[in-house]
């Protein structure tokens, strides 16, 4: 299949291989794209890597194709198919596909939805192929998924929790990336966000937003799908928000 690398092999080569059947000799055209997503400028923990880090480059169309193996881990957690999270991901396909790649990327979702998939097979082979600021923004996904009806099913959030872990994202950028989800609930949402505590001094609270904006600029993930910079975008965007209630709470200039 033109433009897909790691996802014809491995765990979810094994899924497609077992789904796809003439699909794959046809070529899915819609997540077929041979360009390569950037290196990874984070190691597998998140911390800053070095210019011999060994990540193969994934493709948009690898990197789609993850996205909606672990779509489907998500919607199925809770043993039940939403309407809510069924209209989410239409919404998502039709606004960075066409009508066509829209419509066989739910086809091929349904077909998912019917296997079993182990999250951490797949999530392992994804943290081995795709760059950490990618899979922040894979997990940033899943996570505006399990909250698409307002309400955060235990279930998914523990298969989320799971995904994340295999693909090795830290515990403080997942609860950061969490914590955009609970404004409404908890007060110091801003301070998670920025992965600081409400104690820290004004001086940390800015350089915990510079930093927090280096991470999750879209450029980190220029290459990865426009998906992917659209959720990079929101990231950053949110990170501003936090400093700004921050500020605006301690009357910081």
């Not at 990197?63 to 193996?69: A, D, G, Q, T």
């Not at 989320?160 to 990336?177: F, M």
């Not at 969490?178 to 801003?190: C, E, F, I, V």
Request: proline share 3%; with cysteine; charged share 25%.
């Amino acid at each position: 299949m033109g433009g897909l690398g790691f996802v014809l092999s491995g765990p979810i080569g094994a899924i497609l291989g077992a789904i796809l059947g003439g699909m794959v000799d046809k070529g899915v055209a819609m997540l077929s794209d041979n360009t390569a997503a950037d290196d990874n400028p984070y190691d597998r923990t998140g911390r800053s890597g070095s210019a011999t880090s060994s990540y193969r480059r994934a493709t948009v169309g690898d990197i789609r194709i993850s996205i909606l193996v672990l779509i489907a881990c998500v919607m199925k957690a809770d043993g039940r198919l939403l309407k809510s999270e069924l209209d989410h991901v239409k919404a998502y396909l039709r606004a960075n596909y066409d009508d066509e790649g829209a419509r066989q990327a739910l086809q091929l979702l349904k077909q998912l939805l019917e296997k079993d998939i182990d999250p951490v097979s797949v999530s392992r082979q994804i943290a081995d192929n795709v760059n950490y600021s990618t899979r922040l923004e894979i997990v940033h996904m899943l996570l505006d998924l399990a909250n698409a009806d307002g309400d955060f099913d235990p279930r998914e959030q523990g298969v989320i929790e799971q995904i994340a872990l295999n693909l090795y994202i830290t515990t403080a950028d997942y609860n950061s990336l969490a914590a955009l989800y609970q404004k409404a609930k908890d007060p110091n949402w801003a301070y998670t966000v920025l992965e600081i505590d409400p104690s820290a001094t004004d001086d940390e609270v800015k350089k915990a937003y510079r930093r927090m904006a280096l991470k999750y600029h879209p450029d980190k993930v220029t290459g990865a799908g426009e998906e992917v910079v659209k959720k990079a975008t929101e990231k950053f965007r949110a990170a501003g928000e936090a400093y700004e209630a921050i500020k605006s709470a301690r009357g910081m200039k």
